[in-house]
């Protein structure tokens, strides 16, 4: 990349442009304040004029009374007119300083006309307060010193003509007083000027403080705070916004490069992905960062649910093109969800939890895709909300159950061992699947709840199993970043008796990764303890091997959509072949889910799997029925792997 040369001349351009930027704001600032102090001093000029026509009726002569009753009645008819009606407001700088000019110039021309009947050497002071006049309502140093030195010189000029004395007598008041009324005016504006350098000081910090608690520090991007503002002002009536979308776009594999290469690898990667997010909705209303990997899009303009299927979508896709943080490419993906107004909601408060489920929906079923909301999901919303009042009344212990389904070992030709499945018979509900009951006691705080009641049940099953088999129990995302829950596991598998070994813990790797560091450390503690470990569903979410080393594992157990694959001939095969490779060097034991059929039996086994698992081999069972199967397997087991 070639860096553009930068010319010194260009930069001393541009900060000679900056200063002049600034001194034509603080002079315009100035006139601001001087505004209000020529407004007022023109209704006193006024009248001070209007009730000088009097004192000209008793001392000038008809034809001087004439022109200067007229003259002080014209004068003090323009200053009331230029106070009430063309300075009432300030509107520019040359607005004031052409009025406080026409203002000097009345004065002087009152005085000039009033020596030309006077021409006596004593009236000749009165240039001196012409000059006062001038410097108190001149807007612009300019004006301020026109008026002046016209007085000035119109005083010494007639003074003059006077003769000697008079020219010198009057050239040292004139002198003196110009000193003085250039010290005070320089004094006032001084005064002036600092004030309105402070303000503008202020309201540039003000404004930057404003500013930046509205901007997000990192991506330069609106905040949340500014999102939210916006997001309401689009809600208010007088908006008139018609239908518009929000979204939120939330980062999938961010917190694994954050936890294993730092916070400045991540704060860069964040910079990146704000930037790559703003090329692509250039034309959106905005783009902000809620807060940690997740953004956020207001999406104004008319466009068709399909078009922002494929908007969206295009941008998930940029975000899966590799990213050059320093000396390092990084791979992150992200996944979306969509809510409109007003189909989804009318509040900021109903639009953005709508999004949010979207997301959620996308993050559970379509990682890696945008999901619009619709009519589907606010009855999962519904039924969410139905599942997690009941879950806070239920008395979990009487309703939740385990069931177990047989994990095979094909070259011993034996049962090794059993995962527990939970499962939820609600006598307000009936049969809720696990997956519901599950995520709504995530999102209400009930998870440990659960995980106790079926971790003691499953543990009271384990008791009545022989020894050497072994029981895997899920743990949920909330549980591995909980160090709460992780002790109370840790405590309850220590009161049960039952051995440690047993027990095999399995996670995914999307909760593993919901938080690296946290997850890793729970995982570390319970493998400390004795239990085995084993990371579920490997290949549905990040299936880096950068990250498999860095946690205690076990096993392994391949994504159940990788056996339907089997069927495909070399590709299914290999994919298998390569995950059991990956397990063996890595001394991890490797299973199979997902085997239902005698033709997919015979691919993993030609795959060189091991371990299985599937309804082939048998359905979740009660830990009654489990002990019939365990009875009874030797001839089925020897039967179903011939």
């Excluded at 729970?522 to 990040?542: K, N, Q, V």
């Amino acid at each position: 990349m070639t860096v553009p040369q930068v010319d010194a001349a260009d930069i001393l351009l541009e900060e000679e442009a900056l200063r002049r930027a600034d001194a034509l704001l603080l002079q315009q600032e100035v006139a601001k304040a001087i505004h209000p102090i020529i407004a007022r001093a023109l209704t006193p000029l006024a009248t001070y004029f209007g009730g000088i026509i009097i004192v000209y009726y008793f001392l000038e002569t008809t034809g001087g009374f004439l022109v200067m009753s007229l003259l002080s009645a014209i004068t003090a008819a323009l200053l009331l007119m230029a106070e009430h009606r063309w300075l009432a407001d300030y509107r520019s700088i040359r607005q004031l300083e052409a009025a406080s000019a026409v203002v000097g110039l009345l004065i002087y021309a009152n005085i000039l006309a009033f020596l030309h009947f006077h021409p006596e050497p004593a009236r000749l002071s009165y240039f001196i307060l012409s000059m006062m006049s001038v410097v108190t309502v001149g807007a612009t140093l300019r004006v301020v010193i026109g008026g002046a030195v016209l007085s000035l010189s119109t005083m010494l000029w007639m003074a003059y003509g006077l003769g000697p004395d008079i020219f010198e007598q009057y050239a040292m008041l004139g002198i003196a007083c110009a000193f003085v009324a250039f010290g005070m005016v320089l004094l006032m504006r001084n005064a002036i000027g600092r004030a309105v350098k402070a303000r503008i000081l202020a309201d540039a910090l003000r404004g930057k403080a404003q500013e930046q608690a509205h901007k997000d520090a990192l991506t330069d991007l609106p905040n949340r705070r500014r999102f939210f503002i916006e997001l309401e002002a689009l809600l208010e009536p007088e908006a008139n916004s018609g239908p518009f979308y929000m979204g939120i776009i939330d980062l999938d594999g961010f917190k694994p490069v954050n936890d294993l290469y730092g916070h400045a690898v991540g704060d860069e990667l964040l910079i990146q992905v704000g930037e790559r997010l703003r090329s692509i909705f250039v034309q959106e209303h905005m783009v902000a960062r809620l807060g940690g990997d997740e953004f956020s899009l207001l999406i104004t303009r008319p466009i068709t649910d399909a078009a922002l299927l494929a908007l969206g979508r295009r941008a998930i896709e940029s975000l899966r093109r590799p990213f050059r943080v320093g000396d390092r490419d990084v791979t992150i993906s992200g996944s979306g969800g969509f809510a409109q107004f007003p189909r989804n909601g009318r509040t900021a408060s109903e639009i953005y939890e709508r999004a949010d489920h979207a997301l959620y929906s996308a993050k559970s079923h379509r990682r890696g895709d945008i999901v619009i909301f619709d009519d589907r999901h606010e009855a999962d919303i519904g039924n969410m909300g139905r599942v997690e009042q009941v879950l806070r009344i239920t008395d979990l212990n009487r309703e939740l159950s385990v069931v177990f389904q047989p994990q095979v070992d094909v070259v011993a030709r034996r049962t090794v061992g059993f995962e527990a499945l939970a499962r939820w018979d609600s006598s307000r509900l009936g049969k809720v699947a696990p997956d519901i009951f599950i995520a709504a006691a995530e999102r209400s705080g009930l998870i440990e709840m659960v995980t106790e009641t079926l971790l003691r049940k499953t543990l009271g099953a384990m008791a009545d199993l022989p020894s050497d088999i072994r029981v895997a129990f899920n743990l949920s995302a909330c549980d591995l970043v909980s160090e709460r829950s992780i002790a109370n596991i840790c405590s309850i598998v220590r009161e049960s008796g039952i051995e440690p070994g047993r027990l095999e813990f399995e996670i995914t790797e999307t909760a593993m990764m919901t938080d690296f560091e946290r997850a890793r450390q729970a995982l570390t503690t319970l493998s400390e303890m004795g239990c085995r470990i084993a990371l579920d569903d490997f290949g549905s979410g990040y299936s880096s091997f950068g990250y498999i080393h860095r946690f205690p594992l076990n096993k392994i157990k391949t994504d159940r959509g990788f056996v339907s694959q089997l069927g495909d001939g070399a590709i299914g095969h290999n994919i298998i072949r390569a995950m059991v490779d990956l397990c063996r060097n890595l001394d991890l034991d490797c299973l199979v889910e997902g085997v239902e059929t005698v033709g997919q039996m015979e691919a993993a086994q030609a795959a060189g799997a091991r371990y299985v698992q599937g309804y082939y081999f048998g359905r979740p069972m009660p830990v009654a029925e489990v002990l019939e199967y365990l009875s009874a397997e030797d001839d089925r087991v020897e039967r179903r792997v011939s």
